[in-house]
């Protein structure tokens, strides 16, 4: 139980263009989602928070003009990078809260843009 | 301020050699606490988690953990290194419930 998923697992887009990514819990209700960012060989680092139903919270720092936040439902949370950059290239992680507030995490997706 | 910290950037054993990976935190109370690891490309696998009780916590793949108060830490170990332990391990510290830190990780190279 508890699988996240992620859609796509990685796309190539060109700068200037936008691109959804999109997180699913299959299993449970999560009424809260997390969206991270890892570069190469670092750690990842905590992007947004999103409620379903409400505004994604964002850290500082992250351009919530940029990275546009949905949580429509319980088991979807969608996450758009608008007018991409080269330097917007990164690894994409979602998670999703399940009981005792215990994360489960999707595969990540890669994101590079040209 | 909340910080976690993993002081090893990199650490190298040989295959059946015993493992420690080091993790500190700072925080005022007891955070929930977690160890997990990343193979590249991919997401990430949980190992283990502590939220209160024993303070030895045994996890998947025959990896345990320690929470040690007084010292602030939770350092992962595991008895004998297997090649396909060869992976990123991160700790992280989640405050207030939902809100989640992950230290910097450790890149753990397994020699033959």
């Known amino acids: 139980g508890a699988v996240v998923s992620q859609h796509p697992s990685w796309v190539i887009c060109k700068s200037g263009t936008s691109v959804k990514i999109e997180c699913r819990s299959l299993?449970?209700?999560?009424?809260?989602m997390f969206w991270y960012r890892q570069f190469p060989k670092q750690s990842l680092m905590l992007m947004a928070t999103?409620?379903?139903?409400?505004?994604?919270?964002?850290e500082q720092g992250v351009e919530k003009d940029k990275f546009l936040i949905n949580h429509a439902s319980l088991t979807l949370s969608t996450l758009t990078v608008t007018s991409a950059h080269p330097e917007d290239s990164s690894f994409y992680i979602c998670?999703?809260?399940?009981?005792?507030?215990?994360?489960?995490f999707g595969p990540g997706t890669r994101l590079t843009v040209t | 301020a909340q910080s976690v910290t993993q002081p090893d950037i990199h650490i190298t054993v040989s295959e059946g050699a015993s493992l420690e990976l080091r993790c500190n935190y700072s925080?005022?109370?007891?955070?929930?606490l977690f160890w997990y690891v990343q193979s590249p490309g991919q997401g990430l696998q949980l190992l283990l988690k502590?939220?209160?009780?024993?303070?030895l916590v045994q996890g998947i793949k025959g990896f345990e953990a320690e929470f040690k108060r007084s010292q602030s830490s939770f350092n992962l170990r595991k008895p004998s290194v297997h090649w396909s332990d060869a992976a990123e391990y991160f700790c992280?510290?989640?405050?207030?419930?939902?809100?989640?830190?992950f230290g910097a990780g450790t890149r753990l190279t397994v020699k033959p």
């Open positions: 502590y939220f209160s009780g024993d303070t």
């Open positions: 999103s409620n379903e139903g409400s505004k994604a919270t964002y």
């Open positions: 998670s999703a809260t399940g009981q005792e507030y215990e994360q489960y």
């Open positions: 925080y005022g109370a007891t955070p929930y």
């Open positions: 992280a510290v989640m405050y207030n419930n939902n809100d989640m830190r």
């Open positions: 299993d449970f209700q999560a009424t809260t």
